[in-house]
C-alpha cells in the first residue's frame, strides 16, 4: 500500500556532506581540531576555524523593530523594495531586459520553482555532469529526466558537450530548460569568460528559433567573486536573447550576506518580450503561493537596510572574506599545480575539485578519512572545500593529498 504519489522515488536520501562532517567532528574530538583538516561544508570559515556572520548583516538584523521581524512579507512575490534591491544588486546595470523578481526561500527556491514551473513531468532538464547534487534531486522529485553535459574540454567550458545535450533533448520536446552554476561554479570554481557566454546566447537563440528556451543561471556565490563588479558583466550578453528566450537568475543571500539559515533569494526573469516575462511571473507566484506562501520578511528588511545604510562596511567585511578565499585558492592551486594533484580548472570561489575516475575517487575519500582529512565526493572528482580552511591548514594540504592519492591510484 503506497501513502504517497506513485511517480516519486522512495529510495532514502544519501547525504553525502552531513554524514562526513559527523565523522569530522569525531575525529577532532579524538585527536583534537589541530590535527583534522575539515574541508567538508560549503559555507565561509574564518582563520580560527569560526562560521562567518557578517557583522553589518546580524547588526542590522537585530536593529530591525520586533513587528518587522514578526511581520508577513508585502505579498507572496516579496516585497517591493526587495525586489527592486535585488535587481539592481544583482544585474548592477549590465541588463535593460523586461524583468520580473519573485522572492524565494534561498536561491534553492528559484531553482526548484523553475524546474518544477518550467517542465511538464517526464520532460528533461540539462545538468552539467559535476554539478551540486541537489538539482538532480530536485529533477528526481518533479518526475524529470536528466541529460548531462561534460562540463570541461581540457581547461575551459566544454560547448561541444553542451551543444550535443541541448539538440539531443530538442528531438524529443519542444522547451529546453538548462542549469549553467556560473560564476564560482560549484563544485570546481570555474567561470565562464564572456566569450564562453556570447558562444552559449548564440546556440541558445539558434535553439529558440524551434523550441522555447529557459536559461537557468544560478548565481549563488557571485559576491564572493574575487572580480567583483566585473564577474556581473556577462549579464550583459542577456541583452542579445532572442523572444523566445528568457534567463532565470537564481539569486542567493546565503552566501552574499552569510545568512545561510535564514532562508532567502530570489528569481529574476528576464526576456525581450513582457508578454514572455509575464507568463513566467504569474507562474512562478502561483507557485510561490502554493508552497511556501512567504518569504522571511527580517531577511529582505535586512538586505534592503545594509544596501541602503551600511553599504560601505557590508562591502569592506565582505571583501576582506573575498580576498582571504583568493589567497586559499590560490596557495592549494599552486602548491597542487606543483605536485601534480589533478584538479579541474579553478579561477574562483568556495571549492576546488579533484580531478579522477569515480573508483579511485572512492579509494581516496577512505583514505584520506584514515588520515584526518575529511572532504566530500562528487561524480568524478573530490570537492575541497577552501571556503572553510584556514590559510595556515591549506598550506601543504595538496602535498599531503598527493601522496596518499599516490597509495591507492
Given at each position: ?23 569530522a ?41 520586533n ?9 507572496f ?49 540539462i ?20 541529460e ?77 567573486s ?76 535586512t ?7 551600511h ?38 570561489g ?60
Amino acid at each position: 500500500m503506497n501513502f504517497v504519489k506513485e511517480s516519486v522515488n522512495q529510495t532514502p536520501i544519501v547525504d553525502t556532506v552531513f554524514s562526513i562532517v559527523a565523522k569530522a567532528k569525531e575525529a577532532k574530538a579524538k585527536v583534537g581540531a589541530d590535527n583534522v583538516v575539515d574541508a567538508t561544508i560549503g559555507s565561509l570559515y574564518d582563520e580560527e576555524g569560526t562560521l562567518v556572520a557578517l557583522d553589518s548583516v546580524y547588526s542590522s538584523l537585530k536593529n530591525l523593530d520586533n513587528k518587522v521581524l514578526a511581520a508577513y512579507a508585502a505579498s507572496f512575490r516579496g516585497n517591493p523594495d526587495f525586489r527592486k534591491k535585488v535587481y539592481d544588486w544583482v544585474l548592477n546595470g549590465n541588463s535593460h531586459l523586461e524583468h520580473e523578481v519573485i522572492a524565494t526561500p534561498g536561491g534553492t527556491g528559484a531553482v526548484g520553482m523553475t524546474l518544477q514551473e518550467c517542465l511538464d513531468e517526464g520532460q528533461t532538464v540539462i545538468l552539467p555532469e559535476i554539478a551540486w547534487g541537489s538539482y538532480a534531486l530536485m529533477a528526481q522529485m518533479h518526475n524529470l529526466n536528466v541529460e548531462k553535459y561534460s562540463l570541461f574540454e581540457e581547461d575551459h567550458f566544454n560547448l561541444n558537450s553542451f551543444k550535443a545535450a541541448c539538440k539531443k533533448v530538442m528531438e524529443k520536446q519542444n522547451r529546453l530548460v538548462m542549469v549553467i552554476n556560473d560564476p564560482c561554479h560549484n563544485p570546481t570554481g570555474y567561470s565562464l569568460s564572456e566569450e564562453e557566454w556570447k558562444e552559449v546566447i548564440s546556440f541558445l537563440n539558434e535553439c529558440s528559433k524551434t523550441h522555447a528556451v529557459v536559461l537557468l543561471n544560478d548565481i549563488a556565490y557571485i559576491d564572493f567573486s574575487s572580480r567583483q563588479e566585473k564577474a556581473k558583466e556577462y549579464f550583459a550578453q542577456f541583452d542579445q536573447i532572442e523572444k523566445n528566450f528568457v534567463v532565470i537568475v537564481a539569486f542567493s543571500l546565503s552566501k552574499s550576506m552569510t545568512s545561510y539559515g535564514l532562508r532567502c533569494g530570489a528569481a529574476i526573469v528576464l526576456g525581450q518580450e513582457k508578454e514572455a516575462v509575464e507568463q513566467v511571473k504569474i507562474v512562478f507566484e502561483k507557485d510561490a503561493r502554493a508552497t511556501w506562501s512567504n518569504i522571511n520578511n527580517g531577511a529582505m528588511a535586512t538586505f534592503v537596510d545594509v544596501l541602503d545604510n551600511h553599504k560601505a562596511d557590508y562591502d569592506k567585511e565582505r571583501l576582506h572574506y573575498v580576498n582571504l578565499l583568493k589567497e586559499r585558492g590560490d596557495i592549494f592551486v599552486k602548491e597542487a599545480n606543483e605536485v601534480g594533484l589533478k584538479h579541474y580548472p579553478y579561477k574562483e570561489g568556495f571549492f576546488v575539485t579533484l580531478s579522477m575516475d569515480n573508483e579511485t575517487r572512492d579509494k581516496f575519500h577512505e583514505a584520506l578519512m584514515e588520515n584526518n582529512i575529511f572532504t566530500v565526493k562528487v561524480n568524478l572528482g573530490i570537492r575541497v572545500a577552501i571556503c572553510s580552511l584556514s590559510v595556515e591548514k591549506t598550506k601543504g594540504l595538496a602535498k599531503k593529498m598527493k601522496d596518499i592519492l599516490d597509495t591507492v591510484a
